[in-house]
Structure formats: structure tokens, C-alpha cells
């Protein structure tokens, strides 16, 4: 079983649509919670940062990290075709604080 | 200001030949990564330096990888004897400290191996 298991998509929406993504995570001891927009050929971007349980908004974006069931969401309100990317959820661990990242979800926004 | 680089963008080689990946990371930044992105695996973490040390090789997938830092800045990745399961995208990220600061990725070197 991988560390951090994401719903693997593609996912395709129309724009205006408010779009949830998704993470499972193994380890009850992870503790900071990331996810990552990569668009074709580029490296991922930082988008959410949240530590521990709780919700993080910023703009249209949301991140949610539920601890009792390891389950990590990010949702867009309103989406934009400009989202379209694929976004990665990762978790820190390690003495290197290195990143594990999820198999990443592919989001296409139709305009 | 100018973000992490990387190069060459492409590289397309023969199996068997040895390839070198270069990271320039963001001035000023102690901690340096190694990751790789290929279809079947996602993103896996492949080595991290603090300053110039690599404390931990173990994620390195053989020991036909290895990695330096001088200077506290420049990375190089060395893969020899190239076979075609390294072909994949390698990516480099820095931050300013072994910690949980933000890491910073450039756009990666995109590994063919024929």
C-alpha cells in the first residue's frame, strides 16, 4: 500500500463547477499537508499548506485535512479553465522532510 | 527573483551511456532535492542535501545513480550506464532549510533513454 493514495481521474468539469479532490493517507503520524498544481511541463507549484486537522481557504481554493480518517480534500470553487492541471496532495516526512506525494489527479476545466 | 533551474531541459541518449542533470537552486537555499516523475511510479524522492552533505543515499533506485553538491549551491545528478527505465522526468527543489519550508521546484530535465 502506497503512503498517500489519491483518485486517480482524469476529471473533467464544466466551468463554474466547484470541484473536490482527494487523498487518503497510511501514516497517523504525518502532519503537514500540501497540494501541489502542476501544469504540463512545468514542476509542481505550491497552492495549500495546511499543518494538522482543520480547513485552509485561500481565494477559491480550500484545503481540508481530517485526521480521525486520513483523508486529505482541496476543493476550487468556480472553477476556471486556467486550473486545468494536474494537482498533486503530498505529505512531509523523514528526517530530510522530504515530500511523498499521491499519483496526482489530471483536472480539465471546459470553458 | 530567479527561481530554481535546471538543465538540460531534454535529453535524449543511448542505453548504456552515462548522463549528468544539473540543479542551480534558489540563492541562499541550504536544502536541496532530488525527485524523479515517470508514469508508473508518480513522484518519488530520490536524495537531499544540507548544504553540501547527502546524509541519506538510500533513495536512490541503484548504484548506477549518484549525486554531489559543491559550494552549497550547484547539484549535479549522474546516472551511468543508462537503461531505459531511468527515462522519466527528474526534478530538483530547494528550500531554505531542512524543515517544513516550502520547497521550490524547477521544471525538470526530461530523461529519454532509447
Known amino acids: 500500500q502506497k503512503e498517500v493514495e489519491q483518485d486517480p481521474g482524469p476529471l473533467s468539469v464544466p466551468e463554474g463547477a466547484i470541484v473536490s479532490l482527494n487523498c487518503t493517507y497510511s501514516?497517523?503520524?504525518?502532519?503537514?499537508f500540501m497540494w501541489y498544481r502542476q501544469y504540463s511541463r512545468k514542476g509542481p507549484e505550491l497552492l495549500m499548506y495546511t499543518y494538522s486537522s482543520g480547513n485552509k481557504e485561500d481565494g477559491r481554493f480550500t484545503a481540508q485535512v481530517d485526521k480521525s480518517s486520513k483523508y486529505i480534500s482541496l476543493f476550487i470553487r468556480d472553477s476556471q479553465p486556467s486550473d486545468s492541471a494536474t494537482y498533486l496532495c503530498?505529505?512531509?516526512?523523514?528526517?530530510?522532510?522530504?515530500?511523498?506525494f499521491g499519483s496526482g489527479t489530471q483536472l480539465t476545466v471546459l470553458p | 527573483g530567479a527561481g530554481v533551474s535546471q538543465s538540460p531541459s531534454n535529453k535524449v541518449t543511448e542505453k548504456g551511456k552515462d548522463v549528468e542533470l544539473r540543479c542551480d537552486p534558489i540563492s541562499g537555499h541550504t536544502a536541496l532535492y532530488w525527485y524523479r516523475q515517470s508514469l508508473g511510479q508518480g513522484l518519488e524522492f530520490l536524495i537531499y542535501?544540507?548544504?553540501?552533505?547527502?546524509?541519506?543515499k538510500s533513495g536512490l533506485p541503484s548504484d548506477r545513480f549518484s549525486a554531489e553538491r559543491t559550494g552549497g549551491s550547484v547539484s549535479t545528478l549522474t546516472i551511468q550506464r543508462t537503461q531505459q527505465e531511468d527515462s522519466a522526468v527528474y526534478l530538483c527543489?530547494?528550500?531554505?532549510?531542512?524543515?517544513?519550508?516550502?520547497?521550490?521546484f524547477g521544471p525538470g530535465t526530461r530523461l529519454t533513454v532509447l
Open positions: 503530498a505529505t512531509l516526512s523523514g528526517s530530510a522532510r522530504q515530500l511523498t
Open positions: 527543489a530547494s528550500s531554505f532549510a531542512i524543515s517544513t519550508d516550502e520547497q521550490f
Open positions: 501514516n497517523s503520524a504525518f502532519q503537514y
Open positions: 542535501f544540507q548544504g553540501n552533505s547527502a546524509p541519506d
